[in-house]
């Protein structure tokens, strides 16, 4: 069996040896993939227990005894069990929805006019610049 690294693009062949332990490995994990590191890169390669028990050398046939039929007991045909009825889903509630509010502005508070002296703001407008002389 052929397996390739998926992220260097390494290869190598699997000997039927190998193939066998891998899959008793992974079957004494419960797992249903072989792992594999890649020798260049160190990328972790996933075999599918699948695919290994296919590339697996079939067993030898083991030859055994004829073994006289054992007596066959009478077919019953079986007994109609009653099904259980099916739950009844209740169908969801979906809350109401509050009409929205309008949003009200606050009122804006009238300003009190303060009283300024125009006269004196000017005189002191012009004090503050200088006269260009020509």
């Keep these: 069996m052929e397996i390739r ?3 260097c ?5 699997f000997a ?6 891998a899959i008793a490995a992974a079957e004494q994990r419960q797992a249903d993939h072989h792992i594999e ?13 699948v695919d ?9 046939p083991v030859v055994e005894a004829p073994v006289a039929p054992a007596p066959v007991a009478p077919v019953v045909a079986p007994v109609a069990v009653p099904k259980k009825p099916r739950a009844v889903r209740k169908p969801k ?4 929805k509050a009409p929205a509010k309008k949003a009200v502005k606050p009122k804006a508070k009238a300003k009190k006019a303060a009283a300024k002296p125009k006269a004196k703001a000017k005189a ?4 503050a610049k200088p006269k260009a002389k020509k």
Excluded: D, M, Y
């Design 124 to 127: 002191k407008k012009v004090a």
């Design 9 to 13: 693009g390494w290869t190598s062949e």
């Design 5 to 7: 690294c998926p992220n």
């Design 37 to 49: 590191h890649c020798p260049r890169c160190q990328w972790v390669i996933r075999v599918p227990l």
């Design 93 to 96: 509630v979906v809350p109401k």
């Design 16 to 21: 039927a040896e190998a193939v066998g332990a």
């Design 52 to 60: 290994l028990r296919a590339a697996a050398p079939a067993p030898a």
